[in-house]
């Protein structure tokens, strides 16, 4: 079966980085278009960043451009976020997603791991 | 960008109603809108995608339509697993935003 395990949240200052990573298993990981969503306490969903199936393209929401980087190595099948600058409002549980279709782009997010928190606090 | 609207934010309602969750999108997505629910503590489970596809394994009270900038999610008879929260996704162009929520409680 699919499964996302999320790796690598915690407490850390503002200003400061830390390395999210998402485990994938139950499928060709190569083949799928991956996706970092956030969500704030108590608030809605908010999409971070996707990668290609075979991580030519990357695309990022303004507020993470250029502090964000996607990345992933498709012989570990592990998806990545760098997030350096980190700031207050960047606290929020992040959760990988997959592609719903192999390829392609434009598809719906049909398996999301259960997230990993990360708390930007002095 | 492309700003996803719901409404309403909230709605109580009873096991059996028929319910029914708006979603406006800023600019023309054609039909590049999804639908998920989520309950406190779950990972977001896909419903509708393609504006009007129901996702294998979801019941068929769920179903989704519209097309360009106006969207619906229908929930035909309320069953108390429904209540959860609600939130609409254009895929049509990056970045791929989400409504705010619409928040389905027991009345």
């Known amino acids: 079966q699919v499964q996302l395990v999320e790796s690598g949240g915690g407490v850390v200052q503002p200003g400061r980085s830390l390395r999210l990573s998402c485990a994938a298993s139950g499928f060709t990981f190569s083949s799928y278009a991956m996706h970092w969503v956030r969500q704030a306490p108590g608030k809605g969903l908010e999409w971070v960043a996707v990668i290609s199936f075979d991580g030519t393209n990357n695309y990022y929401a303004e507020f993470v451009k250029g502090r964000f980087t996607i990345s992933r190595d498709n012989s570990k099948s592990t998806l990545y976020l760098q997030m350096n600058s980190l700031r207050a409002e960047d606290t929020a549980v992040y959760s990988c997603a997959r592609d719903q279709f192999p390829w392609g782009s434009r598809h719906a997010f049909d398996y999301w791991g259960q997230g990993t928190l990360v708390t930007v606090s002095s | 960008d492309i700003q996803m609207t719901q409404s309403p934010s909230s709605l109580s309602a009873s096991v059996g109603d028929r319910v029914t969750i708006t979603c406006r999108a800023s600019?023309?997505?054609?039909?590049?809108l999804n639908w998920y629910q989520q309950k406190p503590g779950k990972a977001p489970k896909v419903l509708i995608y393609a504006a009007s596809s129901l996702q294998s394994g979801v019941p068929s009270r769920f179903s989704g339509s519209g097309s360009g900038t106006d969207f619906t999610l229908t929930i035909s008879s309320l069953q108390p697993e429904d209540f959860a929260t609600y939130s609409c996704q254009q895929s049509y162009s990056t970045p791929y935003t989400f409504g705010q929520g619409t928040k389905l409680e027991i009345k």
């Open positions: 600019q023309t997505i054609s039909s590049y």
